[in-house]
């Protein structure tokens, strides 16, 4: 099968080029001018539209569970492809009493095997640091699962890590190629603020943030830099919120260690004042790390700009408003028994042209890299993110003239809000293309359910760029 892309505009993270893109079966063939049509089979005119690679998100959650509550899964994966994502990498915990590959491979069979619309990879969670897993963390690379991540934060959760499991997963992982990643937030500060918050009578959802102040997630991240020092590994921090954590990061990239970050959608465009909208609407917003005060946002957009965030994700996390998130609401509860999550898969490539791109905060090249190229990287996705020849065709066609808004009415994720409703939108992704097969037309998803594959990736990821064994 040989597909023809005419016409358009070629976005990557270097170039701007008015050319053709030729594919044959799953993969990009040639990418040139006045590419010839003999034997093709199928041709897409792409005038007036950017053609660039799809989208990568390396932060979803299909599969979290918290106190209770389950998000939407890969049921809802289509969300993904409409909003330009070809590739998820989901999150899996490690299942108590299971290893590390073992839990993803149970994961995968039971609830993404034939169901997923996009393709995915895996990072697993680490949950039960005893010495058998810590010894199989350098078998992931040849599994293909080759980052890992840990939770600093919540304490008294099983899935909440101490520094000692943190050292113990960079020493084994780093020889191997393994990427650690983790999210920083101070565990037993929290934990304080939060019972301290709560025995003051301040239990609504705005206290949320009052919870988990900036020094919570800087403090975390200078510890989890210091860490890696010491054991000599990369690292990588998920999520990243603030101006003071922001600060330790740039202070290590500066001294020359491989310290890297990402940052997400919501934490650039949303401010903690939304936690407070009145009838409990400031529920929706409630995620960890929380939402910041408003002045904190431009050094976000700064550091995606210099490259010391080099990834902007969704950290999409599907629970539904009307009950899920009113599990905090009555008496006798509180901003801590709120699922934590905001659903954002299907916006966010939208949400960051329109408030990045088109304000002027990102050029064009940047925003293919922290959306697609960069992820691809960091995750050792070698096949993707690119737009060349031999790479997977995964590819987006990009209106950018088309206005319109955001919210549920149009969303596939399946849950009942969302945090972008009534927004802006400038621009859509028009034409979807999957491994060379067309999933999005028209904006519109066309593809099938259990067309995702699952990619395995590849060990030494981004993070070991300048990594010194």
Same mark, same amino acid.
């Not at 505009?9 to 590419?35: H, P």
């Not at 050094?299 to 969704?314: C, F, H, P, Q, T």
């Not at 790479?391 to 994720?413: K, Q, T």
């Given at each position: 099968?040989?597909?023809?892309?005419?016409?358009?505009?070629?976005?990557?993270?270097?170039?701007?080029?008015?050319?053709?893109?030729?594919?044959?079966?799953?993969?990009?063939?040639?990418?040139?001018?006045?590419?010839?049509? /003999?034997?093709?089979?199928?041709?897409?005119? !792409?005038? #007036?539209? @950017?053609?660039?690679?799809?989208?990568?998100?390396?932060?979803?959650?299909?599969?979290?569970?918290?106190?209770? %509550?389950?998000?939407?899964?890969?049921?809802?994966?289509?969300?993904?492809?409409?909003?330009?994502? =070809?590739?998820?990498?989901?999150?899996?915990?490690?299942?108590?009493?299971? #290893?590390?590959? /073992?839990?993803?491979? !149970?994961?995968?069979?039971?609830?993404?095997?034939?169901?997923?619309?996009?393709?995915? !990879?895996?990072?697993? +969670?680490?949950?039960?640091?005893?010495?058998?897993?810590?010894?199989?963390?350098?078998?992931?690379?040849?599994?293909?699962?080759?980052?890992?991540?840990?939770?600093? *934060?919540? &304490?008294?959760?099983?899935?909440?890590?101490?520094?000692?499991?943190?050292?113990?997963?960079?020493?084994? #992982? &780093?020889?191997?190629?393994?990427?650690?990643?983790?999210?920083? /937030?101070?565990?037993?500060?929290?934990?304080?603020?939060? $019972?301290?918050?709560?025995?003051?009578?301040?239990?609504?959802?705005?206290?949320?943030?009052?919870?988990?102040?900036?020094?919570?997630?800087?403090?975390?991240?200078?510890?989890?830099?210091?860490?890696?020092?010491? *054991?000599?590994?990369?690292?990588?921090?998920?999520?990243?919120?603030?101006?003071?954590?922001?600060?330790?990061? $740039?202070?290590?990239?500066?001294?020359?260690?491989?310290?890297?970050?990402?940052?997400?959608?919501?934490?650039?465009?949303?401010?903690?004042?939304?936690?407070?909208?009145?009838?409990?609407?400031?529920?929706?917003?409630?995620?960890?790390?929380?939402?910041?005060? &408003?002045?904190?946002?431009?050094?976000?957009?700064?550091?995606?700009?210099?490259?010391?965030?080099? *990834?902007?994700?969704?950290?999409?996390?599907?629970?539904?408003?009307?009950?899920?998130?009113h599990l905090g609401y009555g008496e006798g509860k509180s901003f801590a028994d709120i699922p934590n999550g905001a659903p954002s898969v299907q916006n966010r490539i939208h949400a960051?042209?329109?408030?990045?791109?088109?304000?002027?905060?990102?050029?064009?090249?940047?925003? +293919?890299? +922290?959306?697609?190229? %960069?992820?691809? $990287?960091?995750?050792?996705? =070698?096949?993707?993110?690119?737009?060349?020849?031999? @790479?997977?065709?995964?590819?987006?066609?990009?209106?950018?003239? @088309?206005?319109?808004?955001?919210? +549920?009415?149009?969303?596939?994720?399946?849950?009942?809000?969302?945090?972008?409703?009534?927004?802006?939108?400038?621009?859509?992704?028009?034409?979807?293309?999957?491994?060379?097969?067309?999933?999005?037309?028209?904006?519109?998803?066309?593809?099938?359910?259990?067309?995702?594959?699952?990619i395995k990736a590849k060990p030494f990821g981004s993070a070991y760029d300048k990594y010194k064994a």
């Amino acid at each position: 099968m040989k597909t023809l892309i005419q016409n358009g505009t070629v976005l990557t993270t270097e170039n701007e080029l008015q050319c053709d893109v030729l594919i044959v079966d799953d993969k990009i063939a040639a990418v040139g001018v006045g590419l010839s049509k /003999e034997g093709v089979d199928k041709i897409i005119d !792409a005038q #007036g539209k @950017y053609v660039m690679p799809g989208g990568i998100d390396q932060h979803v959650h299909y599969s979290f569970v918290y106190k209770g %509550s389950k998000v939407r899964g890969f049921e809802t994966s289509n969300a993904a492809a409409v909003g330009g994502t =070809t590739t998820v990498v989901e999150f899996v915990n490690q299942q108590q009493g299971k #290893g590390l590959i /073992e839990s993803i491979e !149970a994961y995968k069979s039971s609830d993404v095997d034939g169901i997923a619309m996009v393709d995915y !990879a895996f990072h697993v +969670v680490m949950t039960d640091p005893r010495p058998e897993v810590i010894e199989e963390i350098p078998k992931l690379a040849e599994a293909g699962y080759p980052t890992l991540k840990l939770f600093l *934060a919540y &304490k008294g959760q099983f899935f909440h890590a101490d520094d000692e499991a943190v050292i113990n997963a960079l020493t084994a #992982g &780093k020889q191997a190629g393994i990427t650690i990643m983790v999210h920083a /937030e101070n565990a037993d500060m929290v934990d304080y603020l939060t $019972k301290k918050l709560i025995g003051e009578g301040k239990t609504g959802t705005y206290y949320h943030a009052a919870s988990r102040p900036p020094i919570v997630e800087a403090e975390a991240t200078r510890r989890v830099i210091y860490l890696a020092e010491m *054991a000599n590994a990369p690292i990588y921090i998920v999520h990243v919120t603030c101006k003071e954590a922001l600060e330790e990061i $740039k202070a290590a990239y500066q001294r020359g260690l491989s310290v890297y970050g990402e940052t997400c959608a919501h934490y650039l465009l949303f401010d903690e004042s939304v936690l407070d909208l009145p009838n409990f609407e400031g529920a929706k917003y409630v995620c960890s790390p929380a939402l910041r005060p &408003k002045e904190h946002q431009q050094y976000l957009w700064e550091a995606i700009d210099k490259g010391w965030l080099n *990834a902007v994700s969704s950290d999409h996390c599907g629970f539904d408003f009307a009950y899920q998130k009113h599990l905090g609401y009555g008496e006798g509860k509180s901003f801590a028994d709120i699922p934590n999550g905001a659903p954002s898969v299907q916006n966010r490539i939208h949400a960051l042209w329109t408030y990045g791109v088109c304000t002027g905060k990102l050029s064009k090249q940047r925003f +293919v890299d +922290v959306i697609s190229t %960069s992820p691809a $990287k960091v995750n050792g996705l =070698t096949q993707k993110g690119h737009i060349a020849a031999g @790479y997977d065709a995964d590819i987006i066609l990009f209106d950018p003239n @088309y206005r319109g808004v955001m919210g +549920v009415e149009n969303s596939l994720e399946g849950v009942d809000y969302s945090i972008y409703e009534a927004m802006e939108q400038i621009g859509r992704v028009e034409t979807v293309l999957l491994r060379g097969e067309v999933i999005v037309e028209n904006a519109q998803y066309v593809g099938k359910k259990g067309q995702g594959r699952l990619i395995k990736a590849k060990p030494f990821g981004s993070a070991y760029d300048k990594y010194k064994a």
